[in-house]
């Protein structure tokens, strides 16, 4: 249940317009769209432009000026623009389908996961207790049924079903102290691996992800994840096991395929290595199966 608008925090909002979307009409409720589109938006619509397009959650959207909607396919909503003074009065939700942050009890203040005592990969509070973890440390605890760490309260399940938010950054760079950790698991590759290793490991200066397919789009690997297939993917292994939310996963790098080994029920999924300027080619929703990532297309 969406947090009550008496007691959430909004981004500092300045004295601009704010672009909304109707859920699908504006009487239905509303949410503002992401700030990496504000000013894509704003400039069109300035520009005297019929419409533009953005990228949401690994669709692409059209904007129309005309008939102020945004659509894609036959999905079709009620966009708005409105002055930022006037921004209370929309009795807006959140942003980008999420919730506006929750300012109500307890909160967090370190970066510190205390599951995996690392920074937190796509943090994720628990609205009751205040807590905050991984996204998919915290996960892997609600698999196994088990409470919160810190203070054994109940995990709800709304934290994990189609989980979206706003507050996250895509770039994000796995941490360096598990960064460090995990290259020092791996030994030297041999003479016969040195060539090729180092060609892949010249290459690996230039960003990429790992992603993996689910539902028709795609989402980037846990940076720590993708950290561990990384390091096996440069010393050519031609596969690797991870645990993935407490599910014990076989990832095949010639098939390009990871799939829960023959004790679970984890179905097949396509996984790719893809160079950060190829990120547009391709469906990509979020993280670890959290969808935010909205950008500006034309």
Same mark, same amino acid.
């Given at each position: 249940?969406?947090?009550?608008?008496?007691?959430?925090?909004?981004?500092?909002?300045?004295?601009?317009?704010?672009?909304?979307? %109707?859920?699908?009409?504006?009487?239905?409720?509303?949410?503002?769209?992401?700030?990496?589109?504000?000013?894509?938006?704003?400039?069109?619509?300035?520009?005297?432009?019929?419409?533009? $397009?953005?990228?949401?959650?690994?669709?692409?959207? +059209?904007?129309?000026? @005309?008939?102020?909607?945004?659509?894609?396919?036959?999905?079709?909503? #009620?966009?708005?623009?409105?002055?930022?003074?006037?921004?209370?009065?929309?009795?807006?939700?959140?942003?980008?389908?999420?919730?506006?942050?929750? +300012?109500?009890?307890?909160?967090?203040?370190?970066?510190?996961?205390?599951?995996?005592?690392?920074?937190?990969?796509?943090? +994720?509070?628990?609205?009751?207790?205040?807590?905050?973890?991984?996204?998919?440390?915290?996960?892997?605890?609600?698999?196994?049924?088990?409470?919160?760490? $810190?203070?054994?309260?109940?995990?709800?399940?709304?934290?994990?079903?189609?989980?979206?938010?706003?507050?996250? @950054?895509? @770039?994000?760079?796995?941490?360096?102290?598990?960064?460090?950790?995990?290259?020092?698991?791996?030994?030297?590759?041999?003479?016969?691996?040195?060539?090729?290793?180092?060609?892949?490991?010249?290459?690996?200066?230039?960003?990429?992800?790992?992603?993996?397919?689910?539902?028709?789009?795609?989402?980037?690997?846990?940076?720590?994840?993708?950290?561990?297939?990384?390091?096996?993917?440069?010393?050519?292994?031609?596969?690797?096991?991870?645990?993935?939310?407490?599910?014990?996963? #076989?990832?095949?790098?010639?098939?390009?395929? #990871?799939?829960?080994?023959?004790?679970?029920?984890?179905?097949?999924?396509?996984?790719?290595?893809?160079?950060?300027?190829? $990120?547009?080619?391709?469906?990509?929703?979020?993280?670890? %199966?959290?969808?935010?990532?909205? #950008?500006?297309?034309?």
């Amino acid at each position: 249940m969406a947090p009550s608008t008496r007691r959430v925090k909004r981004p500092d909002v300045p004295d601009r317009f704010v672009w909304l979307y %109707g859920n699908p009409k504006m009487r239905d409720g509303c949410y503002e769209y992401h700030p990496a589109v504000q000013s894509h938006i704003e400039e069109a619509y300035l520009n005297d432009k019929d419409k533009c $397009m953005i990228n949401f959650h690994g669709e692409k959207r +059209t904007l129309s000026f @005309d008939s102020m909607s945004d659509s894609s396919g036959s999905d079709k909503r #009620q966009i708005k623009r409105v002055h930022s003074t006037k921004l209370h009065m929309s009795k807006c939700k959140g942003i980008s389908g999420a919730s506006y942050v929750s +300012t109500k009890g307890y909160q967090q203040t370190d970066e510190k996961c205390n599951i995996c005592f690392h920074k937190q990969m796509v943090p +994720t509070r628990i609205p009751a207790c205040g807590h905050s973890f991984c996204y998919t440390c915290i996960k892997t605890n609600f698999k196994k049924r088990l409470p919160c760490p $810190m203070c054994r309260g109940d995990l709800p399940i709304s934290l994990f079903v189609n989980p979206i938010r706003y507050d996250v @950054d895509f @770039d994000v760079e796995c941490p360096e102290e598990f960064a460090e950790d995990c290259s020092a698991m791996f030994k030297k590759p041999d003479n016969e691996e040195v060539g090729e290793s180092s060609s892949k490991r010249k290459e690996s200066k230039l960003r990429h992800y790992w992603i993996y397919e689910a539902r028709g789009f795609w989402y980037r690997y846990d940076p720590k994840h993708e950290k561990y297939l990384e390091e096996h993917f440069l010393r050519n292994k031609p596969s690797c096991t991870l645990f993935i939310c407490g599910i014990k996963m #076989q990832v095949d790098f010639k098939k390009h395929t #990871q799939k829960g080994d023959e004790w679970n029920a984890a179905r097949e999924r396509k996984i790719k290595r893809i160079a950060a300027s190829d $990120m547009h080619k391709f469906k990509i929703r979020g993280i670890a %199966g959290v969808s935010f990532l909205v #950008q500006p297309i034309s």
